[in-house]
T-cell receptor, first 110, second 115 residues
């Protein structure tokens, strides 16, 4: 069974702080890594993806990948109340099939 | 990213009836679409991969005779839940992947409630 693990949270951070979300995966053949944001009752929306070891930055978001440790993370700088949502980590080892974690609930308090 | 629509956005039906959910790719032709199901507080689970002009590929444990998928055109895939039961109540979401890219873009989802 290929697992994608996330801490369910909730992770609570004050407005303006950095939120750090973590994800581990079991399939060493995984090649593509995605972070999605899902608001309650809505479908996921893609935040960013990363394929290579290291950091990838997009605005307030930074994805970090360490394939040796089978670990991927998402940092959200200057967190806003509107960032409060569930963040889903998804992993793919080939083609398009995505294996999702259960998500981490993030609460940004004003 | 790709724009994907689903219809209906929610549906309530009686046990034993069939329900059809449509997924449309609005801004490009999708040879492959995906159907996911999400139970409350759970992750998205891939049900099947819908391929235009051919049979869908179902994930292990998903009954292909219960969840009928038809990918009749490059912009439309349908999921029919046959003889629905209360345990089929869930959030059904489709997605598309753009050619040459690995990212999937999701439709708004369909909330199915079976009484």
């Amino acid at each position: 069974q290929k697992e994608v693990e996330q801490n369910s949270g909730p992770l609570s951070v004050p407005e303006g702080a950095i939120a750090s979300l973590n994800c581990t995966y079991s399939d060493r053949g995984s090649q593509s890594f995605f972070w999605y944001r899902q608001y309650s009752g809505k479908s996921p929306e893609l935040i960013m993806f990363i394929y290579s070891n290291g950091d990838k930055e997009d605005g307030r978001f930074t994805a970090q990948l360490n394939k040796a440790s089978q670990y991927v993370s998402l940092l959200i700088r200057d967190s806003q109340p509107s960032d409060s949502a569930t963040y889903l980590c998804a992993v793919s080892n080939s083609g398009y099939a995505l294996n999702f974690g259960k998500g981490t609930s993030l609460l940004v308090t004003p | 990213g790709a724009v994907v629509s689903q219809h209906p956005s929610w549906v309530i039906c009686k046990s034993g009836t069939s329900v059809k959910i449509e997924c449309r790719s609005l801004d490009f032709q999708a040879t492959t679409m995906f159907w996911y199901r999400q139970f409350p507080k759970q992750s998205l689970m891939l049900m099947a991969t819908s391929n235009e002009g051919s049979k869908a590929t179902y994930e292990q444990g998903v009954e292909k005779d219960k969840f009928l998928i038809n990918h009749a055109s490059l912009t439309l895939s349908t999921l029919t839940v046959t003889s629905a039961h209360p345990e089929d109540s869930s959030f059904y979401i489709c997605s598309v992947a753009e050619l040459g890219g690995n990212e999937q873009f999701f439709g708004p989802g369909t909330r199915l409630t079976v009484l």
